[in-house]
């Protein structure tokens, strides 16, 4: 229950994520207005929650803001963003493999610039698989799929010194039982802040 | 020798029909003892008859030595003890013994005994009988302090599986295993010793933290397993006789995967210290490392060959895991299996002809083995999530971690896929077998 309410919003999170993504590379009012079905998209699925400051900025005055202002609210609503995209901190993967999915790139992406703004941050990245397969090979592709994540935030700004890797392999599952859903969210890394 | 190779035509006819279930009995809450019931006889085992053994003095309660015998000798798959209550005659010593009787009940052996109690000794004289040929083929005494029965009855066990068989018998081994119980917090992980029949189980380590991959050293004295009591996998060795404990290996990264090498000078494991997965072995004596394999992929899970020279080990290098042996380390891997995307885990048979180990057949995972000598690979389990083989040290059985109607159990099949017994966990988890090696 608990890890397919999380796993849902992660998936609300990345889209909502990839979305603002796109608004905020164009001009902001008019692709607002003219993508309608995006903006419909965020309020649909309760980007209010993600959006609060955001929305609220853009939607009163754009034209009376100076350009500091202006910036100043991009900066508060990509920061608040930024802060959403790191509510999650569990990514998975499919049988046997350590790639990191492309819906995770952003979130990841978020938690490295996290890191490499605040140096004096550690996280322990917690490799897991499911059960399937021996105790012992699960052990290394946990610790595989640890490293990929610990790559990854390296390449994105993150400094080693800030991140410990450990393999539970198959032995600590965050689902019981032994079907494909409860496998799917075993195979996971988890990022444990300190 | 002749009654020798006549067994061997029988049990080559030999059908998978034994099933022992053996029930997990909570006896207190660090001790839990298995129950064994035998729920279907073998239809081609050999037929034996174990006459309850004749008393003088005061034996102690519990199993009787000659139940234990029979139980033994069921539990192998190998033989069908008569029942006790089939008997015609008690016959405890050779003048006693009419073979027309046992040949009319269709007996192949006849086992017959005494015991003595002196002081705190109880010794046995017993005696083993081909029935067709009217000879006998052991007559042996065998004594024990009285707390001991299990053990003189595993003995004589041992005993007779040898003079019938030709081969080791395994009744007086170990079996090393994890059970885990409780969830969350309340998680207790317990490596655990007991009898092969799931009997004198002992608690060796608790932990609140995961313990796996528990080996034998080739003496029996020690178990090496992986613990993760210290937030990371490490491993260590286990001195049982005293309970003290080093940690051989905490590198940074895995420390997994142990393996004794066959003279127990050396330990097979995988580390990750040097960037990925790779298998090394370690000196006991000076704790020296050497790397073993090179390779950017996967490489863990390393077991001596028969020979004591090479090693098979598990490698994703072609993509998924597979088996691969060196005749020597260093020397190139030759990949052993190409039946499915997924084999790991080998565990080599002590004569050198068979490898098994975990093998994925359509979503299913099985043990299977592959002959060495010709390459033919044979599925041997009947169950879907198997994990975790180790052969008897007999090569004749082989043990692994399963799931049965949603239950976690240990089955022991015959190497060949044949008879099976399971021991259930009577809650929670029970995994990771490992059977000891025969210490006499």
């Known amino acids: 229950m608990k890890l397919s309410l999380s796993s849902k919003v992660f998936a609300m999170l990345l889209s909502a994520g990839l979305v603002a993504g796109c608004s905020s590379t164009g001009e902001p009012m008019e692709e607002g207005q003219a993508a309608g079905s995006d903006v419909e998209a965020i309020n649909q699925e309760g980007g209010a929650t993600v959006y609060d400051g955001a929305d609220g900025d853009g939607g009163v005055s754009s034209t009376a803001m100076t350009d500091e202002e202006r910036q100043a609210a991009q900066e508060e609503a990509e920061q608040s963003r930024q802060a959403a995209l790191r509510d999650v901190t569990t990514f998975y993967f499919d049988f046997d493999t350590s790639e990191i999915k492309p819906e995770a790139r952003d979130v990841l992406i978020a938690h490295a610039r996290y890191l490499a703004d605040n140096p004096r941050e550690d996280v322990r990245l917690e490799g897991h698989a499911d059960e399937r397969g021996t105790k012992e090979y699960n052990l290394a592709l946990g610790e595989r799929r640890a490293k990929a994540v610990q790559r990854f935030l390296i390449v994105n700004g993150a400094s080693r010194g800030q991140i410990e890797t450990v393999s539970y392999g198959e032995e600590k599952p965050a689902v019981r039982g032994s079907s494909e859903s409860a496998w799917a969210q075993n195979r996971r890394v988890e990022l444990v802040f300190e | 020798m002749t009654h020798r190779h006549a067994f061997r035509t029988t049990f080559a006819r030999f059908r998978l029909l034994v099933w022992l279930a053996v029930f997990l009995v909570s006896a207190g809450s660090a001790r839990a003892e298995l129950l064994i019931r035998i729920t279907e006889g073998a239809d081609s085992a050999v037929p034996i008859a174990v006459v309850p053994f004749a008393e003088s003095g005061n034996m102690p309660a519990g199993d009787s030595v000659s139940s234990i015998v029979q139980s033994d000798l069921a539990m192998s798959g190998e033989f069908r003890p008569l029942q006790p ?356």
Do not use: C
């Open chain 2, 85 to 440: 209550s089939k008997m015609l005659s008690l016959p405890s010593k050779r003048s006693e013994v009419y073979f027309r009787d046992w040949r009319m009940l269709g007996q192949r052996y006849l086992l017959v005994g005494s015991l003595n109690r002196s002081g705190d000794q109880i010794e046995a004289r017993f005696e083993l009988f081909d029935v067709n040929r009217e000879e006998r083929i052991l007559g042996e005494t065998a004594s024990a302090p009285a707390s001991n029965v299990r053990s003189l009855g595993h003995h004589i066990s041992d005993r007779v599986y040898e003079a019938i068989t030709g081969n080791a018998g395994v009744f007086s081994t170990k079996l090393a295993y994890v059970t885990v119980t409780g969830a969350g917090d309340n998680i207790r992980y317990h490596l655990q010793v007991s009898d092969v029949d799931g009997k004198r189980t002992r608690v060796r380590l608790e932990s609140d933290e995961p313990i796996l991959s528990p080996a034998w050293s080739p003496d029996g004295k020690r178990l090496a397993y992986v613990s993760f009591e210290t937030g990371k996998p490490v491993v260590f060795v286990h001195e049982l006789t005293t309970g003290q404990r080093r940690k051989v290996a905490d590198f940074p990264g895995l420390n997994s995967a142990p393996a004794w090498s066959p003279d127990g000078k050396s330990l097979l494991m995988t580390l990750s210290r040097d960037g990925n997965a790779e298998v090394y072995e370690m000196d006991m004596a000076s704790d020296q490392i050497t790397r073993l394999t090179d390779h950017w992929a996967i490489d863990t899970e390393g077991a001596w060959d028969h020979t004591g020279r090479g090693i098979f080990f598990t490698s994703d290098r072609s993509g998924g895991p597979q088996i691969y042996h060196m005749d020597r380390p260093g020397a190139e891997p030759r990949r052993i299996t190409f039946g499915s995307r997924y084999n790991a885990r080998a565990r080599p048979g002590p004569e050198g002809d068979y490898v098994y180990y975990v093998h994925q057949r359509d979503s299913s995972f099985h043990i299977a083995r592959t002959n060495l000598s010709n390459g033919q690979e044979s599925v041997i389990t009947r169950t879907e999530s198997d994990d975790s083989p180790s052969l008897s040290p007999n090569g004749r059985l082989l043990i692994y971690a399963t799931r049965e109607g949603g239950n976690s159990v240990l089955t022991v099949v015959s190497a060949d896929g044949g008879a099976a017994y399971s021991l259930p966990a009577a809650e929670g988890e029970v995994r990771d077998p490992a059977w000891g090696p025969i210490t006499r």
